[in-house]
């Protein structure tokens, strides 16, 4: 892979991991945009109903971004071993990954029980001005004990899904789980190389019909397959990629917290598949595919902004769930009674909350996970 491939991943991480913040914001201070009508509008003209429904709205579907980065994780990890030029090197990569997600984990959950400790979660709070009813579902009832901190960090988030010290936990099986399984199928590629993607198309199957999000996983090493062995070089993609790009927001659209009443229910699907899932998981595969087949796309997302965001990625997805907790809410409370608005203090706490998570997350990829890094190559 060049090095401009790698640069637009990490774009796409690094925008994908924003938009996540960005998901939980709206439906911590604008539940509309997620729950519809069943919430009430904090701003003009209803805005926040209407987007809880509209595709230019894919950008603030969190679950649209998780599969985003799960799909590309999993891409990633069959590049690299498919690649592998020393088969024996698997095993590394196999250890290293749980290290790798592990150990940064368990500081980002020391910061959120500290925080927790200290009473400095605001959210109960604010979810009564907000009227957020999934603002109030967080760090209730008593402390974990310091024993639990341990174990949740290095068992139950990997293998349960524990999300105790953060909402966001929950995705993390999925990820870990899901990273070994495109570790798994991209050796198969070492022996059976192109005719290795019938089975993985059974796998699509398989994995439909089950309504799993390991899906994701399997899609990633297609894309991965279909990077190592083809290389885009005819002048027809520079139409096609971004089409089928387009096609993947809009699909990524989907709206999850309400049924949808436009064009979206005209989508048919059988009863035992989420509709939702389904269509997030088809737009993140559209998405990539349709980078990977743009230049124009690839140089886009290998701007250095975004590949900024990429590199303090997992960092960010860490920090920003007990930041939006603490500091947003109560800077927001703070802001709404002193100034008797919603909308401005909205804005001042989004910017002031986007900056202090960048940095959170700078100095934590920093000081922590680059040593971590540094440690794991002692392996």
Known sequence: ????????????????SFCVFL???????????????????HIFYGLDHISSQSPFSFFTRGHFMVCLFCLISGMVLSIKVIGLQNKNNISTIILKRYFRLSLPLFFSAVFAWFLWKTNLYYHIETSAITKSKWLSNYYLGDLPLVKDLFFTSFISVWFIGNNTFSGVFWMLKLTFLGSYL????????WKYQKKSLFFLALLCIFFIRL????????????????????EPKKAIFTFIGPIIFIIGCFFGGFPRGVI??????????????????????????????????????????SSKPFVFLGQISYAFFLLHFPILFSFTTRFFVFLHKNTDSYQIPLIIVFISSSILMIFCAFLFTKIIENNISKLLKLL
């Open 1 to 16: 892979m060049n090095r401009q491939r790698i640069d637009w991943v990490d774009g796409i991480k690094g925008i994908a």
């Open 23 to 41: 998901s939980h914001f709206l439906i911590a201070f604008l539940p509309g945009s997620y729950y519809g009508q069943t919430s009430p509008s």
């Open 182 to 189: 495109s570790i798994l199928l991209s050796q198969m590629v």
């Open 211 to 230: 309504n799993s999000m390991y899906l994701l996983f399997v899609l990633g090493t297609i894309i991965a397959l279909f990077m190592h062995y083809y």
């Open 260 to 301: 949808p009443t436009n064009i979206y229910s005209l989508f048919t699907l059988p009863s035992y598949i989420d509709k939702s899932q389904f269509f997030h998981i088809a737009g993140s595969f559209f998405v990539v595919l349709g980078i990977y087949l743009s230049n124009f796309l690839k140089d886009f997302f």
